[in-house]
């Protein structure tokens, strides 16, 4: 298992409260962590090896600062489904060239920077006028309940083509999370806009939407990350994997 990584000074006052943060960097890396644990097994040992460079990769997505990086809107504004296919061409042309696997694993982190983006509500939507004023706040309340969030792995999807089914995942999470976004702001609303740290308990819709939002979106980079493993050519020595619709597994008590 991965130990956390600290993160530095400098990673928080880039994300400040930016539109193109979508997760803090606490997020991001526990998200990666955990996706990481349903990678193959030789691609998990690896991974854990070259622990250091695959969470610089997941850090090094803020290094976008173009906002539609990170966004995909329901008015087709944003190119956060694009840095998904161009992070994944890069880290399969980075194992089928026999790059160091630092830069393997740098690279799987970038993906799993921006899959991580499209699991949020905040990213896939800019509906509500009102968003400014809680924005940053839902951030910091993201990372404040994923202690206590029940984290779960959807199961693998069956003949799961990324080539042609990379674009479709992309898209259900986007949609997904534009579902979930009516959520936030009717929550802050509720509050008054205050604090969600303070103001949101785990009976809440907004835990509801963070828990679903953090399950899905290890679910997702756990699936990118055994294809990405796959079409260079690595293989999954595991005897059975769960599939989607079939098995829930629990990651977290």
């Known amino acids: 298992m991965f130990y956390r990584l600290l993160v530095g000074s400098a990673v928080a006052t880039l994300l400040g409260g930016s539109p193109a943060a979508g997760w803090t960097p606490a997020s991001q890396h526990a998200i990666a962590e955990n996706a990481a644990r349903l990678a193959p097994p030789d ?20 290094a976008e600062r173009d906002a539609a990086a990170h966004a995909k809107n329901a008015d087709g504004s944003g190119r956060l489904d694009n840095s998904i296919q161009v992070a994944t061409d890069n880290a399969i042309r980075a194992i089928t060239t026999h790059q160091p696997f630092n830069e393997i694993a740098y690279r799987l982190g970038i993906v799993s920077h921006f899959l991580a983006d499209a699991n949020n509500p905040l990213n896939a939507s800019q509906a509500d006028s009102s968003e400014s004023r809680y924005y940053a706040d839902f951030l910091a309340y993201l990372e404040h309940a994923e202690p206590r969030v029940r984290v779960v792995f959807y199961g693998f999807r069956p003949n799961f083509d990324g080539q042609r089914d990379l674009p479709a995942l992309i898209a259900e999470a986007l949609e997904r999370s534009r579902g979930f ?3 936030v702001g009717r929550e802050y609303r509720r509050v008054k806009f205050a604090s969600g740290a303070q103001a949101f308990d785990d009976l ?18 756990a699936e990118v990350l055994r294809y990405i493993w796959l ?6 020595t595991r005897r059975k994997i769960p599939l989607r619709g079939r098995e829930v597994i629990r990651l977290s008590d």
């Open 181 to 183: 976004y009516p959520a």
């Open 231 to 236: 079409e260079a050519g690595g293989i999954d």
């Open 43 to 62: 691609l998990y040992r690896q991974l854990a090896r070259n622990r250091v460079a695959f969470l610089q990769g997941v850090n090094d997505g803020y």
């Open 204 to 221: 809440s819709s907004a835990f509801g939407v963070a828990s679903l939002s953090y399950s899905h979106a290890v679910s997702d980079i």
